[in-house]
């Protein structure tokens, strides 16, 4: 997955999202619960994914699919995980964000929440989770499948799909709309700027509306 | 899983509840939106679970564990459901429900929705369920493993353990707990018809309570 | 307390909620959460009042407030029971109804718990609740004072004042706009019956509310 | 609007939602929250549209928006009303339905609350709601327009579109796949039948699903 | 709208709130979900309203009442938002901030989600909302109306009442009552420094409530 | 109340619950809406405890039990304060701070509101709070008792019992298992040390976790 799309820090998640509807591809969003642990965060790969679900008891094999999701990652993958909005206790932590890291990761967002939330902001991991707990995942939410389509919400997530995360929160894009979208998101920029240039000059909304088309 | 408990109508989930509490078992009832599809329905019997979770897509085998569950369902079980408080969709239906009664089983308890409402109620077969939707569960919701222990809220149910649902709600009776729990049930069932009938004369609470330790 | 509204049975929580944002008093009825056990019962009383809150462990002297407060329930009187919202178990149960009831109150409505369901049923007593549990209140939630204002979501109800419980829910007239309220209540009831009639002709509702006011 | 798909109560609300995934429209259900008035309810017809939003005093023209809709609903339309999930206030009530009854209106769905429920059964005009509230809607939401897209949680409907409700919920199908939509539920309404028979006597649900292709 | 209240950086928004309810009006505040982009922010000015609702499809002229209100702002307006509790989208970005700040607006208020947040902490434009999200408003929410009227939660603001926002939240001031509230809140200010004096020194609570009557 | 736990500034919320779960004692987090108001806090102590509910009315006695619990803190307490959950109003602010510091109490947790949050943190009192709101409690939320056991979510705090608050939210040691959980603490911290090295070289995750038996 060498692929890249250079200067994407230009971009936003919130440009990607208008690209997308523009493609037809409405849920393209992670639930607005899905934060950045700094607001400067900003992070965009392919998807790596992980299904979680709750458990009741200690597995047998605690952690497996947690361990061997990350034991995989490849550079510059972006893991998402889904946890069915658990909310019973941190599914991510330090020492995963170590591991993750070393392997070359670029992140990880989530639907659940994390922990060990200052030493990761401490190594400057970039995590997006929908709050914090300090209990552990084991006998409570366990890693079921990697590898997988995940539902965050009503916004689905393929492995080799294209995540981007930000302050605004997360945009995914589909694997097969990735060039065209990045390419439609670059101009959209352009034009934005000329939008926002017409507005500082105090030109009504209406009339740059009408001009560019672009709001 | 040959015993039962005769004379079970008698009692009550309250009943069952209360003696667990007595017994330092306080987390014994599912969460009280898991409702009867008809108020009359009260069931008993030793738990089959099934532990369910989001998913994003058509899995490989579609309903393979849900079948698989199923199918190995044996006379006098009462199959109990976790879907992690899943409201996308319908995890149960009338054809789960004619294939689980044929086997014997009495009734089936989750934390998702069901469908086909009408027809399980024209086959009279005891649901509950937190609610209803048109939509299947397919591409939606899937069958992760069946006989392990599940989570719904949080009252942890295991294969085996005794549940009992009625009108109230389920309680959930630890398999080594059972014996004990349904013993004092009995028990304490006498003693509520007692203080009923004080009451009922228009003896005051403090009094009845103070003679007897039980409201 | 022995003043009535002959009559009442005519009117409806709509009514008096109609009249009361018509006398200013807009935040007159209980949160939606609240329903009968039974679509068709209807009860109009004074009320008495009972507060609740969450606990940690059992109370010194478990149920004080609770049996203080029916002991001393007066005929005709409605309770109302204010819990924060509570789901954690069920404040209100089979021994409680037959106790209010062999006191002469009317009937209860909580934003809590109830349980014995099937019992309460069968003794006909009225019971308005936020749902059911299985799980006693002992260790969970106590009362804490009686006779005393409470609040149900937005709704304050005040010891006398008057509350009128039906299938649409819970209305709660201030003492101070009861005389009044009801007088309206009247009125307002026979003016719709003369709007019932001409929508039922095929009038618009345009027409009909232009010459009638009423909708 | 005069088209009709004969034999319609046979089928379901579930069947139509099956076929609706399999022609890749997935967001055919309206949220759980909304129930029938009645189990037995079955409706299905075109739909009116009609959109509300939660207001802060009373309009200059009362229900201007509500009357206009109702007024023009034709014989043998269904309305569906977006509320934006509203819990305030009744938006619904007797004197809306026996106007749009008399139109020859089959019932209403909608996200928000009704109240006047116990004249609307005595009606017996069917309603789909969220739920009960004594309070008027005046001064606390208000119809914007009527024949426009309304979204109602993820699921949009159109003026036009097909809506089916009964007890499992409410499925909307685009106008434009409702030919098709209606065809293969016929057909898979014979299949289910088949298939029930099978596992009926006892024969297993993954031989019957290899088989068939349904469950 | 000329006026001003030289001094208000002294206030709070919980001074002013305090003083409403002394005045009776006690449903000052909008829903705690409504939160600074930075926690230092603090503005105060009248309101400007903008009223929009969900959406099913493109309106036939997008952002046609968001930007007509945006384009009538005027110096020392603070705009406030009402979008019934809308999580579907972001209502406001950082183009509709370009131009609010360059017509004099001293921020905005909403119950909704906004964008950009990057850009609009850069162009520190004063932004209280409900949280995060990428996609846009196109299609999903849209205004309606503005200059009316507008609920948030339980607080209903109207053009021209006085809004104070800071990091605690919003309380809104009704515009008849702001002379005498905004005098109150000056006094009060006064009291609660000789107050937190006393507690420094380490007075009981008790006895300096006694004395001063604040807490 | 003279105990201390030397060192414990190197310890976590998360290492505290995980010995507690390896003890266990698995409901030991506080919910995790509870935040704290500066992300870099940390506190620890035995807790003093205040309980709370939602009022209807000025009470007789405005504020009695929260000035009677605060005037009692002694140093070096944490202050517990149980709400019900309640986001009616802020319990806690400014003035309660000043004073709970003059007494030496090392911060508060709350699974409620508070508000004059500027001043707070410009005092830097550390408190823990679910949110922020300007409206006062009067009449609002009123202290019921102090002293005496409080439920959160559904952790029970007792008075004594040992709490740490930091970034990932709040763990509470009951006070019998405290040496025990202190003294595995630190052990736990030690052995994490090592892991992490192990990690950040590269190693996988598997090999380190069947070596240390740490995640």
């Not at 939410?141 to 492995?159: E, I, K, N, Q, T």
Request: aromatic share 6%; proline share 7%; glycine share 10%.
């Amino acid at each position: 997955m060498s692929k890249t799309f250079p200067g994407w820090e230009q971009l936003s998640s919130a440009l990607l999202a208008d690209v997308l509807d523009g493609l037809g591809h409405r849920h393209s969003a992670l639930p607005p619960c899905v934060r950045p642990l700094k607001p400067g965060y900003k992070i965009c790969g392919p998807a790596a994914t992980l299904a979680c679900m709750p458990v009741a008891a200690d597995p047998a094999r605690p952690y497996e699919a947690e361990m061997a999701c990350i034991d995989q990652l490849k550079p510059g993958e972006l893991l998402v995980v889904g946890t069915a909005g658990d909310r019973s206790c941190a599914l991510w932590g330090e020492l995963l964000s170590t591991s993750a890291r070393v392997r070359g990761a670029v992140g990880v967002v989530m639907d659940g929440l994390t922990r060990d939330a200052s030493r990761i902001l401490d190594m400057d991991f970039p995590v997006w989770a929908a709050g914090f707990s300090p209990l552990d995942s084991r006998g409570r939410l366990d890693g079921v499948a990697h590898g997988v389509p995940v539902r965050l919400g009503d916004c689905v997530v393929r492995p080799g799909d294209w995540v981007f995360a930000d302050i605004d929160g997360v945009a995914c894009v589909p694997a097969d709309l990735a060039d065209e979208a990045f390419r439609r998101a670059f101009d959209k920029n352009r034009g934005e700027n000329r939008v926002r240039d017409e507005l500082a000059k105090g030109r009504p909304l209406r009339e740059v509306f009408a001009e560019y088309g672009i709001l």
